[in-house]
């Protein structure tokens, strides 16, 4: 009880950062392509090395930190994977992370995603296998971990450094943590922590796996837990947005509602096909430095560049 108790704590938190650091891979994508301007898609990256580093931390501390997590094969249903689920993200107007984000602040159309994600997801299923995944413990050779430990020990140190340097002292610390809007590098060293210890209580706990868990099989491994911590995960977005005063109930109309079905569909198929959304494999696949996450999230970062290029310059394009 007292696992699940401090999982769900855990899980609040994320989403609160999530919120708070207004985290979404769409929207860190249009920042490179319209203003030139990289540091939110690099802050997603660092998520990703601030999950490895606890990951081998808590490993080298005796967890069995590694369990349970899987590679996939890196081919061409990885890349087609991260493809749709761009696209999708791009139709619904944010991903995994920022529709959790746009929910949490009270704009009811985004409902409908996770219904649509489901659809995609069951129907894609009919005619393409479920990834078979091996498991990460048999393809990492374990005297890599001293090595990654000093590795990690340096990112550690510069970001301790770097913090500093903003932070000076403690009523500075106060100041960041209590901000209406948390820097992004900030949002994504919370989020990407807690996710590992989440995941050494919970397998596979993103949101996105649970959808295709149900999707696929209709039950899932811990699947009660999974959910509650969905759940929770809301609420704590729920929490980040009306502490600062940003939340909103908008109730959308029903073309609006109809809208998000479809591209929830799409990300459901790609989530499937990777598997998992951006949110399985920034907290996931890119940590464990498996190369299918990186073809996927690469695919689905190009396909999103190109959709809101193409939006924004439709004539250059047709010419």
């Known amino acids: 009880m007292a696992l699940v108790a401090l999982a769900i704590l855990l899980a609040t938190t994320v989403g609160f950062a999530t919120q708070r650091g207004s985290i979404c891979t769409v929207m860190a994508v249009k920042y490179m392509v319209t203003r030139g301007?990289?540091?939110r898609f690099l802050a997603l990256l660092v998520c990703s090395i601030w999950s490895l580093a606890t990951l081998i931390i808590t490993y080298l501390l005796g967890a069995h930190s590694f369990d349970h997590h899987y590679t996939y094969s890196p081919g061409?249903?990885?890349?087609?994977g991260g493809a749709l689920f761009g696209a999708g993200s791009i139709a619904n107007g944010a991903c995994a992370f920022g529709s959790i984000a746009r929910l949490g602040g009270g704009d009811l159309?985004?409902?409908?995603?996770?219904v649509g994600f489901v659809i995609g997801?069951?129907?894609i299923s009919q005619i393409a296998p479920i990834p078979d995944g091996l498991p990460v413990n048999d393809v990492i050779p374990e005297n890599v971990?001293?090595?990654?430990g000093i590795i990690v020990g340096a990112f550690i140190a510069f970001s301790a450094y770097h913090a500093l340097r903003i932070v000076k002292n403690f009523k500075g610390a106060i100041r960041v943590i209590t901000a209406k809007r948390?820097?992004?590098f900030f949002a994504v060293a919370v989020i990407g922590v807690l996710n590992t210890f989440l995941a050494v209580v919970v397998v596979h706990w993103p949101y996105t796996s649970l959808l295709i868990d149900f999707a696929s099989e209709g039950y899932s491994d811990q699947g009660v837990l999974k959910l509650i911590l969905a759940i929770f995960l809301l609420g704590g977005a729920v929490a980040g947005a009306a502490t600062a005063g940003r939340f909103s109930i908008s109730i959308p109309g029903v073309g609006a509602f109809i809208k998000k079905i479809p591209a929830g569909m799409i990300m459901g198929a790609g989530a499937f096909l990777i598997p998992g959304g951006n949110d399985a494999l920034?907290?996931?696949?890119?940590?464990?430095?498996?190369?299918y996450a990186f073809i996927a999230y690469a695919a689905m970062a190009v396909t999103m560049a190109g959709l809101i290029y193409f939006m924004m310059n439709p004539?250059?394009?047709s010419a």
């Not at 159309?109 to 996770?114: L, S």
């Open 182 to 184: 948390w820097r992004p």
């Open 121 to 123: 997801a069951a129907l």
């Open 109 to 114: 159309a985004f409902v409908a995603t996770p």
């Open 76 to 80: 061409v249903l990885a890349a087609l």
């Open 37 to 39: 301007d990289p540091r």
């Open 315 to 317: 004539r250059r394009i």
């Open 282 to 291: 920034v907290l996931s696949g890119l940590p464990l430095l498996q190369p």
């Open 145 to 148: 971990f001293p090595i990654a």
